[in-house]
């Protein structure tokens, strides 16, 4: 992406590098002056967040299991229903459940072991039954059905109330206090452990840490300033370096060029590298190329764990559900498949574990537009080569007004903790159980701290 002018520089720049609030990208000048020895082992976590509340009932759909079978499912879903012989099934034991047909790869990955679903993961501050639900006896959430509010409650964890900071960039926290990266080649200081490459977001922010912000096409640049300095490029180093007095103006001159620096770092490796896979020709499949293009520069960064953000827009289906669905996981399925093929074609598949996130689910019983309507329960789904596959959690009762719908339209109360799910990711990623809770701040008000489905 070319900048063009000083207010496109301010605002890209600015405010990507820095991450999400002043107080989070000035937390980024309070760098550490030591480091440690990093540890050989290189891990990488990839959240792909799908905004607009994925329709999880026609994602996994139960055909014959311990609660429910397709005819249940029908049953509510009614003119919303994905025909049982067009499912693709995936077994676990001796229950067998159906991926929306749109789902050929993960179906794959998930036949080689590779492929986590995760049943009603959802977001909440305590654990809590239907009864104490309906009679406000236990903590909910924050504006449940909201768009924004469950947003940054997934990326958060902040249930009630405004958070400053997300999950993943208190785990690229962790990861900096003990000194896993190492500064590249070029610079003072580690390049960033989180990464987004789908702009702004809450979820990257940390409390000490900023994340770096790049595109589909690599690292921010500004036009007209080449490489070789020039006038106006020495101008444009005298006014960042200029110290003027004003603090808050030399941190921001600071942390604009952190931004540049890292750019320049950031090209650097992914110039050193002839990888370049092939991928559709998505926003989605971009984004994910992208991150394996950085994952296979990790060494030439010194990054022993990074932590990457995509993103991908148009679930928020209260219309016409199935055709829009279908197109969208079509597009998902396919940048899934190419990312696996990606990694494992650099031995890379075992070091990463992709996992997704969305608003929330959709209501089960359909509206008057053959589409869905904000919900709470989700199934989320996570693969790499670490994942142990099978199907995890518990999956609500398909049933209007059943044991597990609070509202009668089928709006399953979650059974599983959105902190116990990212707790599992991190403890994989080498966050041990002592420090959980200090990432996690809901964990604690649960007996079970993590899940099976990673080591």
């Known amino acids: ?67 429910n079978s397709w005819l249940d499912y029908s049953n509510v879903r009614k003119q919303v229903a994905i025909a049982e012989a067009t499912l693709l099934p995936i077994n676990a034991g001796a229950e067998t459940y159906g991926l929306h047909p749109a789902l050929g790869e993960v179906q794959s990955l998930y036949n080689l072991g590779k492929v986590a679903v995760v049943g009603g993961v959802g977001t909440l501050a305590e654990p809590m039954t239907k009864t104490e639900y309906q009679n406000k006896t236990k903590k909910v959430p924050d504006n449940l059905f909201s768009h924004s509010d469950q947003q940054a409650q997934w990326q958060t964890l902040s249930m009630l109330g405004a958070g400053t900071s997300g999950w993943g960039g208190r785990v690229a926290d962790w990861i900096d206090s003990h000194n896993y990266n190492t500064p590249p080649s070029g610079s003072a200081t580690p390049f960033p452990t989180a990464i987004s490459v789908a702009g702004n977001n809450s979820f990257s922010a940390g409390i000490t840490s900023s994340p770096a912000m790049v595109t589909t096409a690599g690292a921010s640049k500004l036009s007209n300033f080449p490489a070789t300095p020039n006038a106006r490029t020495m101008a444009f180093q005298n006014l960042l370096s200029f110290d003027n007095g004003v603090k808050l103006v030399q941190s921001s001159n600071e942390i604009l060029q952190a931004g540049i620096n890292d750019g320049k770092i950031l090209d650097a490796a992914l110039l050193s590298s002839s990888f370049n896979p092939t991928f559709p020709n998505t926003t989605i499949a971009n984004q994910l190329k992208m991150v394996a293009r950085i994952m296979n ?32 996981l079509s597009q998902l399925s396919d940048a899934l498949g190419a990312f696996y093929d990606a990694v494992q ?25 053959n589409g869905s309507d904000h919900a709470w329960a989700s199934h989320p789904v996570a693969l790499g ?71």
Not at 28 to 51: E, I, W
């Open 1 to 67: 992406m070319l900048i063009k002018t000083r207010r496109q520089f301010l605002s890209v720049t600015a405010r990507t590098m820095a991450g999400v609030g002043a107080a989070t990208a000035l937390g980024r000048l309070g760098t550490m002056s030591a480091y440690a020895q990093s540890p050989g082992d290189y891990k990488a976590l990839v959240c792909v967040f799908l905004f607009g509340g994925n329709d999880w009932n026609n994602t996994v759909v139960p055909l014959s299991t311990a609660k």
């Open 385 to 455: 080569g670490a994942v142990t596959g099978g199907v995890y959690g518990t999956f609500p009762t398909l049933a209007l007004n059943g044991p597990d719908d609070v509202t009668g339209r089928g709006v399953y109360l979650p059974t599983t903790g959105l902190d116990q799910y990212g707790a599992t990711l991190a403890r994989w990623f080498g966050v041990p159980d002592a420090d959980l809770n200090a990432v996690f701040p809901n964990l604690i008000n649960f007996p079970q701290k993590y899940l099976a489905f990673l080591g």
């Open 297 to 328: 520069a990790h060494s030439a960064l010194g990054a022993n764990r990074q932590i990457f953000f995509v993103s991908m827009g148009g679930y928020d289906n209260h219309e016409t559900l199935i055709n829009i669905q279908n197109t969208n």
């Open 345 to 369: 074609s650099v031995s890379m598949e075992n070091s990463m574990t992709l996992f997704m996130e969305s608003d929330f689910s959709r209501t089960c019983q359909p509206n008057a537009n």
